[in-house]
């Protein structure tokens, strides 16, 4: 027969068994999260177990330390809001860099994609004017698909979408007429695009062309006495230009040319009178041909008179030096290889034809005639160093123009450096530094004199 525990051993053990309320059954939750190893549940025996403390006052459910409801939150760690606020923010990290990546991905497949099929173009809108018309005349008239457009040029007008018929009328050339299709901007006719966002000045008004379509009036859109005509006074012109100037004594100046066709050089032992002659060249310059007017373009700023005819043109020149002692005896008379193209204003009259007009008109920056072939002289010493800058793959700058007593030409290499200066003066190409004489040791040094006069 077993012997009974005392009765005060008995209550201590009754009063140490939790009931049933003290300790929740145990969850299927609960073993889940128990096998991935989060926490294991031990129960000691009834004996082991610890007396349960006295109630504690109530919490307010608003602190962190709130008692869990169950044995769920008694396992679960607890975090502090500093730790929410990280870990949201991990998320919103994380969260971004997946759309990045899916960005990446999708714009990546669409570059394929276009890269591998046709994707039709996307046609630009229609563009609204203003179109100008200009030419190389001062007066005219013009007219847009049979509507007259206010005058004197230049002509503005805002183009209708698809074709638009242009017309210009300006005696005694004949009319011009051409198509523009529009926004295309595609032009069949006698019309040729010109540049895009020009300002221009329009019956007192500026105006910033969208397009300009320009209209060249030439020699040959006139009868044959007229071309004749206008030739004649080009030609007059032209040869009533004499410059003048002296050669100093101790630089050089052309006597001539070898046997090879390079320009021969002296020394002036005295003072040299020197005149730059000028004459309709016998050869073409550039896209105009020898002995003919070619149409240039008109300065809309040009003060011209309100009533004239005037046509701007321009006709290949040739240049020649012509060195007289003090006496009068002409040393050297020669002509300068390249012809240049001068540039001059010629007025129309129904009863004289074609002059120059009475005063001459100045040209584009206050220029005359005299001014503009003035300074053809250094265009003519670069057409000069110009084999030379090819056999060493170089570029020219012209750092210093001083007109008809000559200009300094800096020869560049292909990155920029400086490789060589040289002088072109009295229609005589000279090495103004070593690196020059290096490169081309047949041209005389340039004196110190000469440099300076050129740099002054």
Not at 12 to 38: F, K, N, T
Not at 131 to 136: E, G, L
Request: charged fraction near 10%; hydrophobic fraction near 45%; proline fraction near 11%.
């Amino acid at each position: 027969m077993s012997q009974q525990p005392p009765d005060d051993i008995q209550r201590e053990r009754e009063r140490a068994a939790p009931s049933s309320e003290a300790l929740p059954p145990l969850r299927a939750g609960y073993y889940g999260r128990a096998l991935l190893g989060y926490r294991t549940l031990y129960r000691p025996p009834p004996h082991m177990r610890p007396e349960p403390q006295h109630p504690l006052a109530p919490i307010p459910t608003d602190q962190e330390d709130a008692p869990p409801d169950n044995l769920n939150d008694l396992l679960r760690p607890r975090r502090t809001n500093r730790q929410r606020i990280w870990n949201l923010f991990g998320v919103a990290i994380i969260i971004f860099m997946a759309l990045g990546i899916l960005h990446r991905l999708i714009a990546y497949q669409v570059a394929q994609s276009s890269a591998m099929t046709d994707v039709p173009a996307i046609a630009a809108p229609p563009l609204h004017g203003p179109v100008v018309i200009v030419s190389n005349a001062s007066y005219g008239s013009a007219s847009v698909n049979g509507h007259a457009l206010a005058g004197p040029p230049p002509f503005v007008f805002t183009p209708i979408q698809g074709d638009n018929a242009i017309t210009l009328t300006a005696p005694p050339f004949a009319p011009h007429a051409c198509h523009m299709a529009w926004p295309e901007q595609h032009i069949t006719g006698d019309c040729q695009a010109g540049h895009a966002g020009s300002l221009y000045a329009i019956q007192g008004k500026a105006v910033l062309a969208l397009f300009t379509l320009y209209i060249p009036l030439r020699a040959t859109d006139m009868p044959p006495d007229l071309q004749a005509s206008a030739n004649d006074a080009a030609s007059r012109a032209i040869n009533g230009v004499a410059l003048t100037t002296t050669v100093p004594p101790g630089q050089y100046y052309a006597t001539g040319y070898d046997s090879q066709g390079q320009i021969t050089a002296a020394i002036a032992s005295a003072p040299l009178v020197a005149d730059l002659l000028f004459s309709p060249a016998s050869a073409a310059a550039g896209d105009c041909v020898a002995g003919s007017l070619c149409p240039a373009g008109l300065d809309i700023n040009t003060d011209l008179p309100s009533t004239a005819r005037i046509w701007s043109v321009f006709m290949p020149v040739s240049l020649r030096w012509r060195f007289t002692s003090g006496v009068g005896s002409q040393v050297y008379s020669g002509v300068l290889a390249t012809p240049e193209p001068a540039q001059f204003f010629l007025t129309y009259s129904d009863t004289t034809g074609w002059s120059i007009p009475q005063p001459p008109i100045p040209l584009a920056f206050g220029q005359t005639l005299a001014d503009e072939l003035q300074w053809r002289v250094c265009d003519e010493g670069q057409s000069m160093l110009q084999p030379l800058a090819q056999q060493v793959n170089g570029s020219i700058a012209v750092p210093h123009d001083a007109g008809l007593a000559g200009c300094a030409l800096q020869l560049l290499a292909h990155e920029g450096g400086k490789m060589g200066l040289f002088i072109w003066r009295f229609g005589v190409l000279l090495a103004a530094d070593s690196a020059a004489h290096i490169i081309a040791p047949a041209l005389p040094l340039a004196p110190a004199s000469e440099i300076a006069a050129v740099n002054g």
